[in-house]
């Protein structure tokens, strides 16, 4: 698996992860980081690991523009344009 970054906290799927995913797991934890890896064969395939529980879900995106998974997910690759 290739690691992409952090999910930036602005990025509307870090809210539904936050609010909705894993509140159903029970990780008792209420502010949350996930780190993205993307699936080597897969342009659609992330899996989405909190940080200090180690929980891990898997997304599948279907109909994306373009093949790049880290501008398009609001990944934080540390990568500052100016």
């Given at each position: 698996m290739k690691y992409l970054g952090r999910l930036?906290?602005?990025?509307?799927?870090?809210?539904?992860l936050q609010e909705q995913i894993f509140p159903q797991?029970?990780?008792?934890?209420?502010?949350?980081q996930f780190r993205v890896f993307?699936?080597?064969?897969?342009?659609?395939v992330f899996l989405y690991e909190e940080t200090h529980s180690q929980q891990k879900v898997i997304g599948k995106f279907f109909n994306r523009i373009g093949k790049?998974?880290?501008s398009l997910l609001g990944v934080d690759t540390g990568v500052r344009y100016s």
């Open positions: 930036n906290p602005h990025d509307p799927f870090y809210a539904y797991l029970r990780t008792g934890q209420q502010l949350r993307q699936f080597p064969a897969s342009n659609e790049d998974g880290s």
